[in-house]
């Protein structure tokens, strides 16, 4: 029932100024991006060419109309950006320190020459709503709590129902592992399957990590993947250290070869794997990688259980590399069933844990351990592993 209060109360404060339909509007609700010690990135869509803009308060007990609010825009090289998907980051921040935030659009109706003007504005609501926060990292944490679900497909119920499975208040973070929607044909795919279910449940507060599954891959609009997933490496492919694990999240990309009939002669996926292996190489010889108590892989594509292509790609230039590197736990999608292979069946120096795309993952791994609990959608939890840490 708190769950469900929270939800309604985050979708009042999301309302826009008026409910005008003549009014800009939100397409899509802020979610949170490349949450650090120092940084977090905002991103929100609307209906309309806007300019764009958060405000950020301390997390203390002054009202957030007690004075102006330190404001960050929506800039390139110097400029305000118009657009309807917004990217705000927010720079100069105290590491493991709470703060509350809003969220502003305002339409920008001309923008000819020397002439530009501007419309209404939409904006989340501090008045009757509460600021939406959200805490930066702190350098100083060790254990890490998270979950995982994957191949949602744009079921937004079957999400929701995930999400509301565990507390999800008590989490560092989310990883969506892949075929979040079923493809990229409209960005609207994204804001309607998955992301403003996000915004409702956790990611105005709490940050997600996405990683690209083959579905993602597919749709006109595909190649907007990165506007709405930025990343640090500039890729669907990075690393990131929370805490004692470095988690490296790996893009498998398509699993059938280039030349098949569905990608319509537009795959290069054989070439962009290798980059990849290349960039892996470096990542597991990084000195961020290297001091982690903890290494935890992310794929969509699992190297065991077939013969396409793409999986066979990533047995050949990905496994030998993770190998040797020590890594403690590969967390995979893609088929939609839960699997587990050990060490002996599929012959690597590292566990593969497959979710289902009816379960949700809920993994602490901290003091040498990484516990996973796997349920379904009532909660049941339908299976437990550990995994010893190997140093």
Not at 333 to 344: A, E, K
């Amino acid at each position: 029932m708190k769950k469900i209060i929270a939800c309604i109360a985050l979708i009042m404060c999301i309302g826009m100024v008026h409910a005008n339909d003549t009014r800009i509007r939100f397409t899509c609700l802020p979610y949170l991006q490349n949450v650090t010690d120092t940084e977090a990135t905002v991103i929100w869509a609307t209906d309309r060419d806007a300019v764009s803009w958060v405000e950020i308060a301390p997390d203390d007990d002054s009202h957030f109309y007690a004075t102006d609010r330190t404001k960050y825009f929506d800039t390139t090289l110097g400029k305000k950006n118009i657009g309807t998907l917004h990217h705000v980051t927010l720079h100069g921040l105290q590491p493991g320190t709470a703060y509350r935030y809003r969220v502003y659009s305002q339409e920008v109706t001309k923008n000819v020459e020397k002439d530009t003007r501007y419309g209404s504005i939409a904006a989340t609501d501090v008045y009757r709503g509460k600021p939406l926060k959200f805490s930066t990292m702190s350098p100083d944490k060790h254990g890490v709590h998270f979950a995982v679900v994957n191949d949602i497909h744009e079921n937004s119920g079957r999400y929701a129902n995930l999400i509301q499975a565990i507390d999800s208040a008590k989490i560092d973070f989310m990883v969506l592992n892949g075929d979040m929607v079923n493809n990229l044909d409209t960005i609207a795919q994204a804001y309607n399957g998955f992301l403003n279910e996000s915004s409702k449940l956790f990611a105005t507060s709490k940050p997600f990590y996405m990683v690209r599954g083959n579905h993602e891959t597919r749709g006109t609009q595909s190649q907007k993947y990165m506007d709405l997933f930025p990343t640090g490496t500039g890729n669907p492919y990075y690393a990131v250290r929370y805490g004692d694990v470095c988690f490296v999240m790996l893009d498998a990309g398509e699993d059938k070869p280039d030349s098949d009939i569905e990608y319509c002669g537009l795959a290069a996926f054989d070439r962009y794997r290798t980059d990849e292996a290349e960039w892996l190489k470096e990542t597991v010889g990084s000195e961020m990688f290297l001091s982690a108590p903890i290494r935890i892989v992310c794929i969509h594509v699992p190297p065991v259980g077939s013969n396409w292509h793409g999986l066979l790609e990533v047995r050949e230039k990905f496994i030998p590399i993770l190998d040797r590197a020590g890594i403690d736990l590969m967390l995979c999608g893609h088929i939609h069933r839960h699997r587990f292979v050990d060490s002996d069946e599929s012959g690597f120096s590292f566990p593969i844990l497959i979710n289902s795309n009816r379960e949700i993952l809920d993994i602490s791994a901290e003091n040498g351990t990484i516990s996973v609990d796997v349920s379904g959608e009532d909660g049941t939890i339908n299976k437990r592993f550990s995994f010893p840490v190997k140093r």
